[in-house]
Nanobody, 124 residues
Framework: QVQLVESGGGLVQAGGSLRLSCVAS????????MGWFRQAPGKEREFVAG????????YYGDSVKARFTISRDNAKNTVYLQLNSLKPEDTAVYYC?????????????????WGQGTQVTVSS
């Protein structure tokens, strides 16, 4: 069992930055691939970024490439999402998730554990 707790969301102006954190419980964090998803009101939850268990591989959704960066620190049981050049359309609840898959996966169905989410609001 893995419990995930996100933090770092907030209100920011367009063009600004935020760093989201997700802390995992348990001693097996380093064996899980991790992902970040987001869900805006009235929309489907969408894949934002994923990182392999070692941190050696990353993958991004098209809408955030070159603006967001995912990273992890296995010693701290934490995965991060750095959000730069934020746009109003980035406004959403951001969720981190853990997967037992051995490759980076982008589908919600492939993730086994989810956090409760953190709100990011970007004003124009």
């Amino acid at each position: 069992q893995v419990q995930l707790v996100e933090s770092g969301g907030g209100l920011v102006q367009a063009g600004g930055s935020l760093r989201l954190s997700c802390v995992a419980s348990g001693r097996t964090f380093s064996t899980y691939g991790m992902g970040w998803f987001r869900q805006a009101p009235g929309k489907e939850r969408e894949f934002v970024a994923g990182i392999s268990w070692s941190g050696g591989s990353t993958y991004y959704g098209d809408s955030v490439k070159a603006r967001f960066t995912i990273s992890r620190d296995n010693a701290k049981n934490t995965v991060y999402l750095q959000l730069n050049s934020l746009k109003p359309e980035d406004t959403a609840v951001y969720y981190c998730a853990a997967t037992k898959a051995t490759v980076i996966v982008t589908s919600r169905q492939n993730y086994d554990y989810w956090g409760q989410g953190t709100q990011v609001t970007v004003s124009s």
